[in-house]
């Protein structure tokens, strides 16, 4: 069994992880002991916490910020790296090419995907498990929006979504939103889930060049709720609008397919189905392990420099 050291962990991904033929040994450069793992989520057998351990006998680091390359390289210069960079790669330039990394592994939006192109680049797509994502039943007749008003960026993003939903019944939901009229704190992942599988629509107004496929929009559809969304990533070449979800710069558009859902529960089920079945056939659980499995195989036999 291969032995990882990983700098860079997220609930989310937990489930994924579990299902590899690896040990994760978490290491937090930061040396918040207390803070490795995540509160009322399950940790996997196979993540341990190893501190600052160097006796253990890793087969490669993952990373996933410059900073955290930096300090594996130098605490164990031998070892090989890879990073993982679930998007905003554009922002990570500098550990692409300064820190001699064996491989990049971006999440595969398409304003990304002219990364895919170097040699030392590939894109695996996160696998996710279709038991964890399901149940939707849109008893409560409410759009949310997810995300964290804690920037300029989610400003703006806020203000469409205002837009958008007006004088309807919605919630935001996430960092800094509890002081917002209609607002949600964050919340636990699986409180969030319990949102997808209960109210009505999403509603997401993200920035085009700068966002990934997103977790809140891939695990809502997972759930089985219908999406109003902006275009962004590849969405615009998988949901086709008023039969699996809504893309649309147009806040009118948005709106009325807003407004239809929360008129019609059989509606949004509808679409909700038809959106689920796009994205596990995107998103297999069985093809990111595999390509995981067969990425960390490559890496483990590469002799250490």
Known sequence: MRNILIC?????????????????YFWRIDGQVDKWWFPGVPQPPNVLYCGNKKDIDYD?????????????KKTLPRLPVIAAIGRGIEANQKLVIETDLIHTL????????RFSTHPRTRVIYRGFDPDVY??????????????NNVSARAELQKEMTDQIVDGLPHSHIGLGCANLPNGIGGLDHQTLCGFYRSCRVLVNTAEPKLSGHS?????????GMPVAITPFADWPLLIVNGESGC???DVGL????????LGSQAYARKIGAAGRDILLKRFKPEDFVAKWTALLDEICRLEAK
């Open 106 to 113: 971006v999440g595969g939006s398409v304003q990304n995907m």
């Open 8 to 24: 860079r962990m997220h609930h989310k991904f937990s489930h994924d992880i579990s299902q590899l033929d690896a040990n994760f």
């Open 254 to 261: 948005l709106r009325g397919f807003v407004e239809r859902c």
């Open 60 to 72: 490669v680091a993952i990373v996933g910020t410059y900073q955290q390359a930096l300090f594996v």
């Open 134 to 147: 399901a149940g939707y039943t849109g008893d409560i007749p409410y759009a949310i929006s997810v995300g």
């Open 215 to 223: 977790n809140t929009v891939s695990e809502a559809m997972l759930t």
């Open 247 to 249: 893309v649309s710069n």
